[in-house]
Each structure stands twice: as structure tokens, then as C-alpha cells.
T-cell receptor, first 114, second 118 residues
Framework: AQTVTQSQPEMSVQEAETVTLSCTYD???????LFWYKQPPSRQMILVIR??????QNATENRFSVNFQKAAKSFSLKISDSQLGDAAMYFC???????????FGAGTTVTVRA | GAVVSQHPSWVICKSGTSVKIECRSL??????MFWYRQFPKQSLMLMAT?????????EQGVEKDKFLINHASLTLSTLTVTSAHPEDSSFYIC??????????????FGPGTRLLVL
């Protein structure tokens, strides 16, 4: 079984600034995927970014990038040039490749100030 | 691509009735679908894993006779809440993924179904 911890219940960022969300995980598996999902007020879960554990290079998607530290089991998300539309709850998740189940963190609510 | 739909988006029902929620993958074949439950301002809780053509696998504490799951085709899975009671009121979300090259790909989520049992 894996556990995912998000220690920041809420984060606030000024529009156009950068915010970093932290996530740590624990798994005994050697091969797994890590994800960040965004859930806006509509409650639709949207994939933000995905990282394969065997890849050393950090994943990036436009203004979103991760800092994947495998040894430390850390997977933080950086949102650059924050926009009002980035306001949402962000979930970190770990998926092992034996059963493909996703384990989610508790979530971090991001507020963007205009 | 990777669009998942859910129907209905909103349902209100009387206590004791059954409610069926559909989850469809619109542009890919979903070998596996997952059903989650989410309470307000909380994380997603996995209820069950559904593989096409086989019985669903339920998480510990989830009553399989209460939450019936059927995955009869590669594009459709259904969750039926039987004899619903007010404590079953929640937000139910499905996700779907396809298998490529021996690996299960990313889960894509439906928009969710809000269930209110009176």
C-alpha cells in the first residue's frame, strides 16, 4: 500500500507569481507513476502532470513543473505565472503498476489573488 | 482525446429506491474503470475497481451488495446504489484507463454525479 501526504491544506498566491505545492509519498514498489490532478469548483478532476518514477527528468507542462526527488520520495508542483483559472484544489497521487490504483493526498486548496 | 462522461450529473431520490450511474469512455476503450466517492472538501476515496468482463474488486469497507458495479463493455461501466439511504448522499466520480503495451495508462475522470437521498 502507498500513502501520499500533502501538508499544506491551503496556499495563496498573487496573480502572475509562482507557488509551490508540496507532496511526499511512501511506497515499497520500485516502479510507479506520480500525478498532480486539479479539481476546480466544478469538481471535474483534471490531469495536470504525470511523472514516471523511472524517469529522472522532471516533467513539465507549460506553466506547471514538478521537482521529483525519488530518494526523498518528494514530488512538488510549481505553478508559474499563476492565473485566476488556476484556483482549485490540487491533489497529488501515486499509482503503482501492480494494481494501477491511485492513492490520493488530502489536497491543497490554491487561491489566486487578483 | 481521453474524454469520460457520467450520467446523470445530479440525482435526487427517495430513501429506499435504487439509483444507477453510468460512466462512459467516449474516445478510447477503457479496460479498467474505477469508482470513487468524495465528501465535501475531502479527498477521493476509491470504492471499487472494475475490469471489463469480470467482477469488480471492492475496497475494504465497501458493501458490494449495496454498490453494484457492472462493466459490460469497453466503454461503459455502471454503479447502482441499491436501497439508497441519506448516508449514501455524496459525490460519486468514475475514472477510466486503457491498457497499452502491457501497461495501464493514465486515469481520466468523469465530471461526477451528485446524489442526494431524501
Amino acid at each position: 500500500a502507498q500513502t501520499v501526504t500533502q501538508s499544506q491544506p491551503e496556499m495563496s498566491v498573487q496573480e502572475a507569481e509562482t507557488v509551490t505545492l508540496s507532496c511526499t509519498y511512501d511506497t515499497s514498489e520500485s516502479d510507479y507513476y506520480l500525478f498532480w490532478y486539479k479539481q476546480p469548483p466544478s469538481r471535474q478532476m483534471i490531469l495536470v502532470i504525470r511523472q514516471e518514477a523511472y524517469k529522472q527528468q522532471n516533467a513539465t507542462e507549460n506553466r506547471f513543473s514538478v521537482n521529483f526527488q525519488k530518494a526523498a520520495k518528494s514530488f512538488s508542483l510549481k505553478i508559474s505565472d499563476s492565473q485566476l483559472g488556476d484556483a482549485a484544489m490540487y491533489f497529488c497521487a501515486c499509482q503503482t503498476l501492480n494494481d494501477y490504483k491511485l492513492s490520493f493526498g488530502a489536497g491543497t486548496t490554491v487561491t489566486v489573488r487578483a | 482525446g481521453a474524454v469520460v462522461s457520467q450520467h446523470p450529473s445530479w440525482v435526487i431520490c427517495k430513501s429506499g429506491t435504487s439509483v444507477k450511474i453510468e460512466c462512459r469512455s467516449l474516445d478510447f476503450q477503457a479496460t479498467t474503470m474505477f469508482w470513487y466517492r468524495q465528501f465535501p472538501k475531502q479527498s477521493l476515496m476509491l470504492m471499487a475497481t472494475s475490469n471489463e468482463g469480470s467482477k469488480a474488486t471492492y475496497e475494504q469497507g465497501v458493501e458490494k451488495d449495496k454498490f453494484l458495479i457492472n462493466h459490460a463493455s469497453l466503454t461503459l461501466s455502471t454503479l447502482t446504489v441499491t436501497s439508497a439511504h441519506p448516508e449514501d448522499s455524496s459525490f460519486y466520480i468514475c475514472s477510466a484507463s486503457e491498457r497499452r503495451g502491457g501497461r495501464q495508462e493514465t486515469q481520466y475522470f468523469g465530471p461526477g454525479t451528485r446524489l442526494l437521498v431524501l
